[in-house]
């Protein structure tokens, strides 16, 4: 089955904890997107990748990093989170960037 | 950048009422796509719609797009207490997809 699979579901934890949160698509798509939603904010992303290695910034990248070393897989690299970081975070590939996404099922992360 | 803004923001409806939402944007685009999103859960595509076409069908789905306006719409027909959900669009400028904040769509059985 085609999917983009998002770990962990949930996450709470406290300020400064680095944290990982992973993303692994088996459709072997091309592109791959990490994305934060807000309530009243909608979805804004974070960072996008158009193929192993070649990582961008998208609307709201600070505070995180990423990494593309292999093409199935994107994770989200919060170095030192802050509170101003709780959010629903979702995962997102396609075979190009203009393509339609595919989504994970989202990670809710609180920081406290 | 937020490029697509929906309107309305919220929309509520009886089952077997037609939903039309708006959506309208600021810059050429190559496509643009439509979503739905179930509470809390991730995004699902519905349908895209290339910048030179102006109307397209999907089931229940109808979609249409003006490039003059800037703004494409999105109709379902019918509505069932299972479309309950937000709808978001999407638009596409070379390899980015740009969201907007989406509607929220309630029928009531």
């Known amino acids: 089955e085609a999917q983009v699979t998002q770990n962990p579901r949930y996450l709470i934890t406290v300020t400064g904890k680095k944290l990982t949160v992973t993303c692994s698509q088996n459709m072997n798509h091309e592109y791959m997107s990490w994305y934060r939603q807000d309530p009243g904010l909608g979805l804004r992303q974070i960072y996008y990748s158009m193929n192993v290695e070649v990582t961008d910034k998208g609307d709201v990248p600070e505070g995180y990093k990423v990494s593309r070393k292999e093409k199935r897989n994107f994770p989200l690299i919060l170095e030192s989170p802050s509170p101003n970081q709780t959010s629903l975070y979702f995962c997102?590939?396609?075979?190009?960037?203009?393509?339609?996404?595919?989504f994970g099922d989202g990670t809710r992360l609180s920081i406290l | 950048s937020q490029q697509g803004e929906e309107d309305p923001q919220a929309l509520s409806i009886q089952e077997g009422e037609n939903a039309t939402m708006n959506c309208s944007y600021k810059t050429s685009i190559n496509n643009l796509q439509w979503y739905r999103q179930n509470s809390g859960r991730g995004l699902v595509h519905l349908i895209l719609i290339r910048s030179n076409e102006r109307e397209k069908h999907s089931g229940r789905l109808r979609v249409t797009l003006d490039t003059s306006k800037k703004s494409s719409s999105l109709l379902i027909t019918a509505s069932r207490a299972a479309d309950t959900a937000s709808y978001f669009c999407?638009?596409?400028?070379?390899?980015?997809?740009?969201f907007g904040k989406g509607t929220m769509l309630l029928v009531s059985p």
């Open positions: 997102a590939s396609s075979l190009v960037g203009n393509q339609p996404q595919h």
């Open positions: 999407a638009t596409a400028v070379y390899s980015t997809l740009t």
